[in-house]
């Protein structure tokens, strides 16, 4: 199986010190911090997302608080020195979209400055905190526990396809986290069922492309891995699995919608919308350490019966029963 080392060097240190909300007019508004693994375009609809839980918090952009951006275009090895940037920015807070390694960059670069992250697998596995109730120094979040159901993906496709034994997998090593997760929980469900997996890689657009080709000639059905790069292209990676007649599976909705046949999750979106409400409460003085890591409890099964017959597909009943939602 091919492999790639993940090498971040961690950079320690960071003295700015995160403040409550100002009631006087002479102080300029606290910076919020966005650091993304991804890219402005991939990353709109979660930044939508927390400026949306903001709002909730009653904070207005541009009054209560400003925004600085910073983004890796799915580097990781860019993460540790956007960290820097923005603390010497003197943020207030900074706010990690949607993977591990953002998290943990920003975890290196300071102890002192809040930290909250947005991720998909379990943030105490992934030593981001010690403990979900009570996460204690300077980091909290929320978990869509997404990376951690790979297992469930596999009986899903085996469930859909009973005859298949052999389906891909494709993984962005680029975020290493997400990628070990996914490879070990599929692996393990595989081995189970006696189902053979193919592992794709793709860190760009344009691999995605020479991933995919000719892929269902080998391959009865494909995994995507839940992470950013794939998230922005997700009507690409649709279409190209109607083109290879292949079902594939995405961990939210918006896959589905977009063309995709299936998808199995919880809301990435939504997870970003709760991290926004607790950048709002950070800034008006609560915590970090004392805000609870939250982890989503609910999954839903969305179906697209078009995408099924696009490419000659008859979906179990039984499946069909189960879903939270159908798309015809």
Request: charged share 20%.
């Amino acid at each position: 199986m091919k492999t790639r080392r993940d090498v971040m060097s961690l950079l320690a240190g960071g003295t700015a010190v995160a403040w409550p909300l100002a009631a006087g007019a002479q102080q300029p508004p606290p910076v919020v911090g966005y650091l993304g693994h991804g890219t402005p375009e991939g990353g709109a609809a979660l930044v939508a997302a927390v400026r949306k839980g903001l709002g909730e918090a009653r904070l207005v952009e541009d009054k209560d608080f400003t925004s600085q951006f910073r983004w890796a275009s799915n580097n990781a090895d860019r993460l540790p020195g956007l960290a820097v940037d923005l603390i010497q920015r003197r943020v207030a807070v900074i706010i990690t979209l949607g993977t591990v390694a953002a998290a943990r960059a920003a975890k290196a670069a300071t102890t002192e400055i809040p930290i909250v992250f947005a991720v998909g697998s379990d943030p105490v596995q992934a030593s981001l905190v010690t403990g979900l109730n009570h996460p204690g120094g300077n980091v909290t979040g929320i978990s869509t526990m997404n990376l951690d159901i790979g297992s469930k993906w596999v009986g899903l496709m085996h469930e859909l396809l009973p005859a298949s034994k052999s389906f891909a997998v494709l993984i962005n090593l680029s975020d290493a986290d997400s990628a070990r997760s996914l490879i070990t929980g599929t692996q393990k469900a595989a081995l189970t069922l006696g189902l053979q997996l193919e592992f794709l890689f793709a860190s760009n657009e344009g691999e995605i492309d020479t991933a995919l080709a000719g892929l269902g000639a080998r391959s009865q059905a494909l995994i995507i891995q839940p992470e950013v790069l794939f998230l922005q292209n997700r009507a690409k990676l649709a279409a190209l699995a109607i083109r290879e007649r292949l079902p594939a599976l995405y961990a939210i909705r918006e896959f589905p919608q977009a063309g995709g046949l299936m998808s199995y999750g919880s809301s990435f979106v939504e997870a970003h919308r709760q991290a926004g409400i607790y950048v709002g409460r950070i800034l008006k003085g609560e915590k970090p350490g004392e805000l609870p890591v939250q982890q989503a409890s609910k999954f839903e099964l969305v179906i697209n019966l078009n995408t099924a017959k696009a490419i000659g597909l008859e979906v179990p009943p039984t499946l069909l029963a189960r879903a939270d939602e159908v798309i015809e």
